[in-house]
């Protein structure tokens, strides 16, 4: 855990929670699904931020924390994927897509990268992140959220539009009769409810 009294502080801003809450719809609700490959992915993504950063400077407190901090998101989204960032209706994409080795940041893109954000006080508390000092938290918070603000900044072109969404009934119909078989054995097959991770999570941040 953190040491007592530190913890992660990010502001969500309301572009990225409205962006948040529309993908919340479309998955949940509307039964849609991102289409995957996403060009640009995460692995794309926080490239160009290191770029930008390495350009212009900024808060982020120079090219070398703000590397630092992109790949070690980079390694938190590959391992947290299937574990909280996914709806329950989004499995099956997942296991399909994944079925090669590739690695999660270079097949999701920035729907997927914004629920890191939301997640990532809490995956860094759990991750035992106590060796952290207050002086080094803070570094990594003003460069993830100087990420966060670049990522509004530029959120236009980092997201697919609404109408390039999947239909998830359709994407199930397509799968092959072995990784079908193996979604129906792992239970993955309806989109009755997100998983409970980010069940709540956009009230959550709407509240916050």
Not at 104 to 124: A, D, I, N
Not at 150 to 163: K, S
Request: glycine share 10%.
């Amino acid at each position: 855990l953190l040491p007592r009294g530190l913890h992660l502080e990010l502001d969500i801003s309301p572009v990225l929670k409205k962006a948040l809450l529309d993908d919340h719809d479309a998955v949940v609700t509307d039964a849609k699904l991102v289409p995957l490959p996403r060009s640009p992915c995460v692995a794309e993504v926080l490239r160009r931020y290191c770029e930008h950063v390495a350009e212009v400077g900024g808060s982020a407190g120079g090219g070398h924390v703000a590397a630092e901090v992109a790949g070690g998101l980079r390694s938190y989204f590959d391992k947290a994927l299937m574990a909280v960032l996914l709806y329950r209706s989004e499995r099956p994409q997942a296991m399909a897509v994944l079925a090669d080795g590739r690695l999660p940041s270079s097949v999701y893109g920035t729907e997927h990268l914004l629920r890191l954000f939301v997640k990532l006080p809490e995956l860094l508390a759990a991750a035992g992140a106590g060796g952290m000092s207050e002086e080094a938290l803070g570094q990594t918070a003003e460069a993830v959220q100087d990420l966060m603000n670049w990522v509004a900044d530029h959120l236009e072109g980092l997201l697919a539009p609404r109408d390039s969404y999947l239909d998830h009934w359709d994407f199930m119909a397509g799968l092959s009769g072995e990784l079908a078989a193996a979604v129906a054995a792992a239970g993955y097959a309806g989109t009755s409810a997100p998983l409970p991770p980010l069940q709540q999570q956009p009230q959550q941040r709407v509240q916050g």
